[in-house]
């Protein structure tokens, strides 16, 4: 199943809830309203039943923060990218990782570093980011001032 | 009673920053958690701020030994946002330095499993025939590892074709060593005893963890970017997919033992066919869009995401190392296990923390500035002449290639 075909199967399912582009019959990019995240990636575990998540990418905007999702199924040339954002200041979107276990990690790693709140996650604590960002500061925002993290240093890290 | 016990924050075997807290009850194991971020140094923010021909080369310092790996990806990651094809000839280079990795990549494995159960002859054994792989890595780059060779739309160097003899006579002796050391792994009752039936991962626990490379292979699941979705030379060439049904610590060996040979298999190959022509296509304007790039790394499929926003620099450049899917299955394979199986568990999937926190630092014991690059050419060539000399090899084979 390539790309384009998927794209108009699942806009058959969602209507407008779901807008894809497919760059190439390997690349399908959707645009996901956040409250169907779970049926979205359920419809998408029907169609291919070895699809996972292979990782996600978080991205300060104007606005809010982007979440890309990347799935892809063993064996095939087709990487699924589903796109939800939340709004600033406090981002908050619905969790993977309640349902597919490869989210819990990276959404971890995007609450450190881009502060969304993954609602629904098993195991919010803090992966990657140290003691000495606060909890309200966020490495790959826009707005963090390198200064102010700079003060932080020479706390204890924590074991 | 439950009891927690701590591993790290430096692992004692492994010798890499990280901590494991195992919960246990008696001597089984009920749960475990990683703890990271020891290393992590924000490279995926320092490449938001360097050029697309700067980046290949911050990206190779991700890992010691995937340093082709991350390059590489990058660069499918960008190549796929302009849509360019490479020359045939920087396919076959690309194709020879993922492999020529992955030879002393799973090299490395073998010898830590084999000294992490105690087994130190196989460490000794498989260390020992790494060292020639990686001296041919530097007869064909100038470099043992960081060869800076990459660069979105081809290569920056030409591999030199007269040392491919010297390459392949690597390779046959590689091969006997393999074959002899497979032999002594697979035949040996006693490492069977200890290996097979522990750290096992089911299909579906695979899949509900999105594990990949070797650790999903040798649980019977078939991935592998190189097949998934062909790119560099791998579809011109005839080799094997290495699956192993079992999902336990024994077929993670078995399937990496094996697949030396493919890697020694599509090296001669790709040497064999090593095309003329161009090597790279030119300077090239990324235009604003956003592409996703896959690579087999040799502990398993690596991906770069990459945006653009039509300047000569990334808005966002995202790097996801197999580590870093692989390690959380620790959840799944370690539980129910014994303490003792616990150190092999953990190493069967061949973590690597620098890739998983994406920086790797060199640093002066005596507390100095870091060695410039030059330092580092210097001493690695130094070595590599002295240990050459010993074994009464050609000193300076290789290395007339970058005077």
């Known amino acids: ?159 | 009673m439950k009891q927690v016990i701590r591993i790290g924050p430096f692992h004692p075997l492994q010798e890499e920053p990280e901590s494991f807290l195992l919960t246990v009850e008696g001597e089984r194991v009920i749960d475990v958690d990683a703890k990271l971020g020891y290393v992590h140094k924000g490279l995926e923010r320092l490449c938001q701020e360097r050029t697309y021909d700067m980046i290949p080369i911050i990206l190779e310092r991700i890992c010691g030994i995937c340093s082709v790996t991350h390059s590489v990806c990058f660069c499918h990651a960008v190549e796929d946002i302009h849509g360019v094809e490479i020359p045939p000839r920087a396919r076959y280079i690309r194709t020879i330095l993922g492999e020529m990795e992955r030879l002393h990549s799973h090299l490395l494995w073998v010898g830590l499993a084999g000294h992490f159960i105690g087994y130190n002859t196989v460490f000794m054994w498989a260390w020992k025939y790494r060292e020639p792989v990686c001296d041919a890595f530097e007869w064909l780059t100038g470099h043992r590892q960081n060869a800076s060779l990459l660069k979105v739309g081809g290569v920056r160097r030409d591999l030199p074709v007269d040392s491919f003899p010297a390459v392949l006579k690597v390779l046959d002796e590689l091969e006997g060593q393999t074959k002899m050391l497979i032999g002594a792994v697979l035949d040996d009752p006693v490492l069977a005893a200890r290996l097979k039936g522990i750290g096992v991962l089911t299909p579906e626990q695979v899949l509900d963890w999105g594990v990949v490379g070797p650790t999903a292979r040798a649980s019977g699941v078939k991935t592998d970017a190189r097949k998934d979705e062909p790119y560099a030379a791998y579809a011109e060439l005839d080799w094997n997919l290495i699956v192993q049904p079992e999902g336990d610590v024994f077929a993670k060996a078995v399937v990496r033992l094996l697949e030396i040979l493919e890697s020694i298999r599509i090296l001669r190959q790709a040497i064999a066919k090593f095309p003329p022509g161009e090597i790279d296509c030119g300077p090239l304007h990324v235009p604003q869009g956003e592409g996703i790039g896959r690579y087999e790394a040799p502990r398993g499929e690596d991906i770069h995401y990459v945006r653009s926003n039509g300047t000569n620099m990334p808005s966002r450049v995202k790097v996801r190392a197999p580590s870093f899917v692989n390690i959380p299955s620790y959840r799944a394979s370690c539980i129910g296990g014994t303490i003792s199986d616990v150190t092999i568990t953990l190493a069967a999937c061949d973590p690597c923390y620098s890739c998983t926190e994406r920086l790797a630092a060199v640093r002066r014991d005596d507390g100095g500035p870091p060695l410039s690059f030059d330092d580092l050419v210097r001493l690695g060539r130094e070595k590599t002449r002295a240990i050459a000399r010993e074994m009464g090899r050609k000193p300076d084979l290789g290395l007339e290639i970058r005077p």
Not at chain 1, 70 to 85: A, M, N, Q
Request: net charge neutral.
């Open chain 1, 1 to 159: 199943m390539d790309a384009e075909c998927l794209g108009n199967r699942l806009t058959e399912k969602f209507a407008d809830r779901v807008e894809w582009t497919a760059r190439s019959k390997k690349r399908l990019y959707l645009r996901v309203d956040p409250a169907v995240l779970e049926e979205v990636f359920g419809a998408l575990r029907s169609e291919l039943p070895q699809i996972r998540l292979c990782t996600s990418t978080g991205l300060d905007t104007r606005g809010g923060v982007e979440v890309f999702h990347h799935l892809s199924p063993y064996g095939l040339p087709l990487v699924v990218t589903l796109k939800i954002e939340g709004r600033k200041p406090l981002p908050s979107l619905p969790s993977l990782g309640r349902i597919h276990s490869a989210a819990i990690f990276i959404e971890r790693e995007i609450s450190d570093f881009l502060g969304v709140d993954f609602v629904g996650h098993p195991d919010p604590r803090r992966l990657l980011k140290a003691r000495a960002f606060g909890d309200d500061v966020h490495p790959l925002r826009r707005d963090f001032d390198v200064r102010e993290f700079k003060r932080g240093i020479g706390e204890e890290p924590e074991f």
